[in-house]
């Protein structure tokens, strides 16, 4: 049968179509650095940022110079949280629901304050050194991260608002790291030392399931899919700066998606080093990584729950290794200052063998992320 030039044109714009499906596929985001802010001042080392979706406010924990509060939208310094200097703040949970942040301090205390007024209530004593906490919606309870003793470490479990500790959670664990809530009551941690993934019952105040996690050495960031059910890590690796200072065989900085389920590793890619945070929006099907070492941001596509594909590496700077995404403009804000690692003092050589531990006066930067 003699094919019409309206068919031919059907057919044509047809596979037209599929072939530009195909090249969407594989498009390129164009993740670029759409702005830098510099707060003057004093800098010391940093660690979590944290951002207040209703006031626009990026709270910074920047340790030794305190919590420090940076607007988005004006890109202006607003304060420092009082009490956090001196406490050493290494970021803020935010609960909204009860206009409440908290500064996590590595004195050992915490300190929380009004999300809408910046005000600080009185600090709040639980041990003599924490690093992080946690928060699950469910519960209405926060994990607070204690430093570790020679068995583990013995996570505190706090009632919220009113932050009266509730008990303990033992785990065996000396590194225990970034968590997230699954929305059913738990909280699912990355263990670094021991290359795995714990699921902790917030409601009973226990381990419900430990997940070791192979092919992901130092287990260290966490973010979670609740749709798909899929947790994704970043993995520091013992390579290729971290095999100087650690023993054993040696392994690469890899992602990983672990089923939250089964606790099966199902993919595992290759990435930069020095990976600190992990972040997923549902929206754009993007997994993020901040990998502070290698100066990386990676981005990973869900293609579906079981299958990913890497979508570019943008270059970022030494010490992005920290970041928080709005959920509506998409903007990532991430933090970073130029610094030496000076070899008369000590080195955090667990991370890498050239770890900053001087950092210049006027030079902690503030950096925006887009399309």
């Not at 420090?68 to 909204?96: D, H, R």
């Not at 999300?115 to 600090?123: D, F, Q």
């Not at 606790?263 to 997923?280: C, K, L, R, S």
């Not at 502070?292 to 970022?316: I, M, R």
Request: aromatic residues 8%; hydrophobic residues 40%; charged residues 20%.
């Amino acid at each position: 049968m003699p094919i019409t030039l309206r068919a031919a044109a059907r057919t044509t714009s047809a596979a037209c179509l599929a072939a530009l499906a195909s090249l969407s596929a594989y498009a390129f985001d164009g993740w670029h650095l759409l702005q830098s802010t510099a707060i003057a001042g004093h800098s010391t080392a940093w660690d979590y940022v944290s951002l207040d979706t209703g006031s626009n406010n990026l709270f910074i924990g920047h340790r030794k110079t305190g919590l420090q509060v940076f607007n988005v939208e004006s890109q202006k310094f607003v304060k420092v949280i009082e009490g956090t200097t001196v406490a050493s703040s290494n970021g803020a949970v935010l609960i909204p629901e009860f206009d409440l942040g908290i500064s996590t301090n590595e004195n050992g205390t915490l300190t929380p304050f009004s999300l809408k007024t910046l005000e600080a209530k009185p600090s709040i004593a639980l041990g003599e050194e924490l690093d992080s906490a946690h928060y699950d919606p469910v519960t209405k309870r926060l994990l607070v991260n204690m430093a570790a003793d020679k068995d583990g470490v013995g996570l505190l479990v706090l009632e919220v608002p009113s932050l009266k500790t509730l008990g303990t959670i033992r785990l065996s664990t000396k590194k225990p790291e970034h968590a997230q809530a699954d929305g059913k009551g738990n909280l699912l941690m990355a263990s670094r030392d021991e290359d795995m993934v714990y699921r902790i019952d917030m409601r009973d105040m226990k381990v419900s399931a430990r997940w070791p996690a192979p092919g992901c050495a130092q287990t260290n960031g966490l973010a979670f899919d609740a749709a798909s059910q899929r947790i994704f890590l970043g993995c520091r690796g013992t390579a290729p700066v971290a095999a100087l200072t650690t023993p054993g065989p040696v392994t690469k900085p890899a992602f990983a998606v672990m089923n939250a389920q089964t606790g099966a590793v199902i993919y595992t890619q290759e990435m930069a080093g020095g990976n600190d945070t992990v972040v997923f929006d549902a929206d754009l099907k993007r997994v993020f990584l901040a990998n502070g070492v290698n100066s990386q941001l990676a981005v990973f596509e869900q293609v579906d729950a079981d299958h990913y594909k890497a979508v570019e590496s943008l270059g970022t700077a030494n010490g992005v290794r920290t970041m928080a995404m709005h959920p509506v403009s998409k903007k990532i804000y991430a933090v970073t200052s130029e610094g030496s690692a000076d070899y008369g003092k000590k080195i955090t050589t667990s991370v890498s063998p050239y770890y900053a531990n001087v950092f210049f006066p006027d030079r902690f930067t503030v950096l925006t992320y887009g399309k």
